[in-house]
């Protein structure tokens, strides 16, 4: 019988991601709308639309291509433009903590130490899903 390795994908969640990037998508569109009902010079609205035009697309990336896989031998974490595979046998250490914001929110996190305490990954609980 062949062994099976399960593996677990952590991503961000979608609901939340998409809800971003239509806030912003739809600030953009005000802040170009205002420029070009106000008195500022036309000539912004293009540059300021581009602007926005590429936060989202680079938001669209983050939320399309960002994920944690961990296996039975590594904790593979992956973004648009970065790859970075460490051994599970360098995690010694998972601790779970609230982090209480100033505006008065709170969002859980992971974060798993080397047997030094050095930071391997933090994960925010909050904004993943998780897929085996």
Do not use: Y
Request: glycine letters at 12%.
């Amino acid at each position: 019988m062949r062994d099976i390795q399960p593996t677990l994908e952590l991503r961000p969640g979608l609901g939340t991601g998409l809800t971003v990037l239509v806030a912003m998508g739809l600030s953009g569109v005000g802040i170009v709308a205002a420029i070009l009902i106000g008195d500022a010079p036309p000539v912004f609205a293009p540059i300021v639309g581009a602007i926005w035009a590429v936060l989202i697309t680079l938001g669209t990336a983050v939320l399309l291509t960002s994920r944690i896989t961990l296996t039975s031998h590594e904790i593979v974490l992956r973004g648009p433009f970065v790859r970075q595979r460490r051994p599970r046998s360098h995690v010694t250490r998972a601790m779970r903590a609230t982090i209480h914001m100033p505006n008065g929110g709170a969002g859980e996190s992971l974060f798993l130490l080397d047997a030094h305490g050095k930071l391997l990954t933090r994960v925010n609980v909050a904004t993943t899903g998780a897929r085996t």
